[in-house]
């Protein structure tokens, strides 16, 4: 990064500029997202403890099918700003109908992976007071997975063409109609019965399909697209853009799957220790993933970047807008760590009312401030990397590092050495910090050279053709 700034001053502002305008909307739309799941805590939370920590495992739970199915449909994006960059726009419209196909058969497993998750809570030990309140929260919100999957499959189409204001407008649509479907279902508003955790399933169900019906509006009757024919016709399902999709999206799955696997499976074990740590993990984890979608929002972007620049050929601009990516986020990690270390009990004091709760969040958000850094950089590296194309990697790099080094040393520490929650949130740091090295280490390499140019645009033959 510094022999960047050295070469060229100009450019790096530029590319600081572009990646900004592109992130903006993104990040406003991650953090809806999250705005979403904070409310469930909220309103959760004040209603009684007991549907607080059900909602929070049923949540978590929700994340280990929701992550899968959103990263296969993660695919899209690089593969349409690639389209965009080398003017291949005939195809994109082909590819995203292919993409709507495999976004109805991943929302039938997720659908009845959520409907059946009760092995895995008994697997896992869950409170069997939680287990009947976790399970109606996650039959209801099963009936979402269809809304998930074809919103993510319209915001990769967006995404992928550098048009990112649609993911920050639906967010933020998506968050303002279920603050009150919330309120409504929890507590038993307007003649419905007060449904606890079954009613917060339902209102996110509810707002999910909204979400989509209201973004396919928008783009059916929008000038934006007008010349790509989205839904002018819907071929039949066509096997060669499905594994190219399919190809990218696995590993993607993968990989998002093994860090959520970790901070799931993490809050999973957690409740074990009873309702304040899992009311105290729940919180810290929240605000954290609140400020992860800083730098999350600026790995998507920077996936479009070099998509962008790997599209048209051009090497110089792939490292550009991947260092770029990383100086920007060592900036938002640094105000997200700041807060957690300086402000843990105002912050957790924002959650709970409990007092045995506060405390134990305060001191859990001292140790999230501490893997602020290593989580921006493993996030924006996987981003940038993503915008070559190279997934299969980063897969295996995550594995190792959230399995093979996070979670022996986080359940070691919270059981064997008797850390308890703060043993687990140790081996999280240590997790994210073999990542972010790895994975940082992947990018220097592939951008070395040529590495990168036989994982750029795929043949015409492998894209289904234009109608």
């Known amino acids: ?235 039949r399902p066509d096997w060669h853009a499905l594994r190219h999709l399919l190809w990218i999206g696995v590993p993607m799955a993968v990989t998002l799957l093994m860090e959520a696997g970790l901070f799931v499976i993490s809050a999973l074990l957690i409740s074990r220790l009873g309702t304040v740590a899992i009311d105290g993990h729940q919180i810290a984890i929240n605000v954290a993933s609140v400020t992860f979608m800083l730098p999350l929002g600026l790995a998507l972007a920077v996936t479009v970047r070099v998509g962008n620049a790997a599209g048209r050929g051009d090497a110089s601009a792939v490292r550009y807008a991947g260092y770029t990516g990383v100086a920007l986020t060592l900036a938002t990690q640094a105000v997200s760590a700041a807060l957690m270390v300086t402000i843990p009990h105002a912050i957790a004091h924002i959650y709970s009312g409990d007092p045995r709760v506060i405390a134990l969040a305060a001191q859990l958000l001292i140790l999230a401030g501490i893997f602020q850094f290593s989580d921006g950089i493993q996030v924006v590296s996987n981003g940038a990397l993503r915008g070559l194309k190279d997934t299969r990697m980063p897969m295996l790099i995550t594995a190792f590092a959230y399995w093979g080094v996070g979670m022996p040393t986080g359940a070691w520490l919270a059981f064997g050495a008797g850390w308890g929650v703060h043993g687990m949130w140790v081996g999280m740091i240590a997790g994210l910090t073999a990542a972010a090295v790895l994975l940082f280490a992947r990018w220097i390499r592939q951008t070395r050279g040529d590495h990168w140019r036989h994982l750029a645009v795929a043949p015409a033959e492998e894209l289904p053709p234009p109608a």
């Open 1 to 235: 990064m510094p022999q960047i700034l050295s070469l060229d001053r100009a450019r790096f502002a530029r590319e600081i500029r572009a990646t900004v305008k592109l992130a903006l909307p993104l990040i406003a739309g991650q953090l809806s997202a999250v705005g979403m799941s904070a409310v469930d805590v909220a309103l959760a939370g004040h209603y009684n403890a007991h549907t607080l920590a059900a909602v929070a495992v049923g949540a978590n739970v929700w994340v280990l099918g929701l992550v899968s199915a959103v990263g296969v449909m993660m695919a899209l994006s690089p593969s349409v700003a690639q389209l965009d960059g080398a003017k291949r726009h005939a195809q994109i419209g082909p590819l995203f109908r292919q993409a709507l196909w495999l976004a109805a058969a991943l929302s039938v497993l997720l659908w009845f992976g959520a409907r059946h998750a009760g092995p895995l809570l008994r697997l896992i030990g869950v409170d069997p007071t939680l287990t009947d309140d976790v399970q109606a929260f996650l039959h209801a919100l099963s009936w979402g997975a269809p809304g998930l999957c074809g919103y993510f499959a319209l915001r990769g189409l967006c995404e992928g063409s550098s048009w990112t204001r649609p993911t920050m407008l639906f967010g933020m649509f998506g968050l303002a109609v279920l603050v009150p479907l919330d309120w409504i279902m929890i507590y038993g508003k307007f003649g419905f019965p007060a449904m606890g955790a079954r009613g917060a399933g339902i209102a996110n169900a509810l707002a999910l399909w909204l979400q989509l019906l209201a973004f396919v509006a928008y783009l059916r009757f929008g000038k934006r697209f007008r010349h790509l024919d989205l839904f002018a016709r819907m071929e």
